[in-house]
């Protein structure tokens, strides 16, 4: 009984889309509610209360947003430095760059996978690749570069972290100060 | 002698040519354009409700949408000002063929009381004549005679005053022009006897004298047609429609347009006067770009003053919509997809796919130096103004240009590196 129950809300007609959507369903649905919130707790480097949120996300609602839950739960993970499997986080941000080759934000979480599974050289490349086309979504794909770079170039990837969040620690390293 | 000649009937072989001419089927790009989000085409089915623009507007301002709380509700239909009223294709057939292609390639801002405007696709010239083709395939060939006589014009201008004309029109340009009686004395008072749109289309008399109708009554005709926002500006009727068009329309009009009960006669001489009346040439001012800002500037101000007020409707998560990111992300109005999500910092950071199929950052600096966000910007204020700005497309799309103040905002924002 509880599979058909489980069958019959998976093939639930999807709720309408509407256009104007970021107003519409982000006030509306309460999962969207719950993984917008989860987006704001992930910008202000609060990881913690992200992971709290993400549990309480509905799994499977439908497969936007259930795509949108294992991404953020990827980079919640990869981001607490815990309990991580980083070659599962990297395998997911491959398949991920594989499958929506024009999102550049996949590209940076991929970088950023890499260098936190310890693969400096690719991290870089990827990473430089977001920085030479400036499109880097947020701070950590700067502060990778930073940790593997020196002198003035480190100091630069720095800065930049530093412009990309509201956090005044972040992007400050053993010895360098964050310049805004 | 004229008459004579214009007034005959069709021979047997000219009637039998026009039962012959092909039908127009425009159907595919009406669909491809998706005009049915905004527009009623005869014959075209219309979109969808959850994508159909306008009746979401309506829905959310009259307080009839079924999502959302009611705090929710009543703090959207704040937000409310634009395409809720949208010109009905119905009464398209009273136009030029080529001024529709002219404008689909080139739309002008026609209905200056109307925030939105036609919005500039990427059409092609063909398609745009196919359109228009469809669109007037139903016209009927006036037979009477345009009144170009000075006698006729000057009477017309008599009557376009009487008339009162001007509560709804602006005539930008002409003598007779006259924006406070427009925009003060009342444009509800043509409609204030209008219960239901039906009423509009019947001859009851609904001509009030100025100052008549109670504060009530205004606010009542405002809020339930408000289509006097529909007006178009009659400085364009001459490249719209022929005279004979006007004249007809006057005399019978459709749609949105109360009927004045116009005697044929007077509706020529009121056609002879739009058509004919000399029209001073418009001022075209569009750099007004400022200065950067001395004072910082964030994301959180950029966010809520411009990117979260207009843009991320059609650059949407799509994640968010059933993959449904709008027009500018996943595509839409016949654009093809260019990724382009403005709803967070990350996503507007991260780039848009360009005509080449590649990535390319929205903040790259043209060869003048301006960001190519700013540029697009910049170039809506260049459309309002009836130009074009090659290769930049303004945004937003169809909608009053951002103010000068926050593109001020963005370009400091992106000058000082975009701080989040």
Request: hydrophobic content about 40%; charged content about 25%; some cysteine.
């Amino acid at each position: 009984m509880r599979r058909l129950a489980l069958l019959v809300g998976v093939l639930a007609v999807p709720s309408l889309a509407f256009p104007c959507d970021n107003a519409v369903s982000r006030e509306t649905s309460e999962n969207i509610k719950l993984l917008t919130d989860t987006e704001r707790m992930i910008a202000k480097e609060d990881l913690v209360s992200a992971a709290k949120l993400l549990k309480k996300v509905h799994k499977n609602e439908d497969s936007r947003t259930e795509a949108k839950r294992q991404d953020l739960t990827n980079i919640v993970t990869m981001r607490q430095h815990g309990e991580l499997d980083v070659a599962a986080v990297v395998v997911f941000f491959q398949k991920r760059v594989k499958q929506e080759s024009q999102n550049w934000q996949y590209k940076a979480l991929l970088g950023e996978a890499l260098f936190e599974a310890g693969k400096t050289d690719d991290a870089k490349k990827v990473l430089l690749e977001v920085h030479g086309k400036d499109v880097m979504p947020d701070a950590h794909g700067y502060l990778a570069l930073a940790k593997m770079s020196n002198g003035d170039e480190r100091a630069e990837f720095l800065k930049a972290c530093a412009k990309r969040t509201k956090s005044k620690t972040l992007c400050v390293l053993d010895g360098d100060t964050a310049a805004k | 002698m004229v008459c004579v000649a214009a007034c005959r009937k069709p021979t047997k072989a000219e009637q039998a040519a026009l039962a012959e001419k092909p039908r127009v089927d425009a159907t595919a790009l009406f669909v491809k354009f998706e005009c049915t989000r905004c527009h009623e085409i005869p014959n075209v089915a219309p979109a969808p409700r959850d994508k159909h623009c306008v009746q979401c507007h309506q829905q959310i301002h009259d307080g009839t949408f079924e999502l959302g709380s009611d705090e929710v509700k009543e703090r959207w239909k704040g937000h409310i000002h634009s395409i809720r009223w949208v010109p009905s294709l119905a009464a398209a057939d009273r136009l030029r063929a080529d001024w529709i292609r002219d404008f689909l390639l080139h739309p002008h801002d026609v209905r200056p009381d109307l925030e939105a405007e036609m919005p500039r696709l990427d059409i092609t010239r063909d398609e745009a004549t196919q359109i228009a083709a469809q669109l007037t395939q139903n016209a009927e060939s006036s037979t009477a005679a345009a009144a170009t006589e000075s006698s006729n014009i000057s009477r017309g201008e008599d009557l376009f005053r009487n008339f009162a004309c001007g509560r709804c029109h602006r005539f930008t340009g002409a003598r007779a022009d006259n924006p406070p009686l427009t925009e003060t004395t009342g444009r509800a008072l043509p409609l204030l006897a209008v219960a239901s749109p039906d009423d509009l289309v019947s001859d009851a008399p609904r001509y009030m004298p100025v100052g008549s109708e109670t504060p009530e009554q205004r606010i009542a005709a405002n809020t339930v047609m408000g289509s006097w926002a529909l007006a178009p500006d009659l400085r364009f009727a001459r490249d719209r429609m022929t005279t004979e068009a006007i004249a007809a329309w006057i005399a019978a009009p459709r749609g949105a347009m109360p009927s004045q009960h116009v005697k044929p006669d007077d509706a020529n001489d009121l056609a002879a006067f739009i058509a004919n009346t000399p029209l001073e040439p418009t001022s075209v001012t569009t750099n007004g770009r400022l200065p950067l800002l001395a004072r910082e500037v964030a994301w959180d101000e950029v966010e809520q003053r411009v990117f979260k007020k207009v843009c991320w409707h059609c650059h949407a998560t799509a994640d968010y919509a059933m993959g449904d990111g709008g027009p500018g992300d996943t595509g839409g109005f016949g654009f093809r997809a260019h990724d382009l999500d403005l709803s967070t910092y990350e996503a507007i950071s991260s780039g848009a796919t360009g005509d080449d199929g590649k990535i390319h950052s929205v903040f790259q600096k043209l060869p003048d130096g301006t960001p190519l966000l700013v540029a697009h910007l910049i170039a809506r204020h260049t459309e309002e103004a009836g130009g074009i700005v090659a290769g930049v497309r303004g945004m937003p799309l169809g909608l009053p240009p951002i103010s000068w103040e926050d593109i001020q905002l963005v370009d400091t924002w992106i000058a000082q590196g975009r701080q989040r």
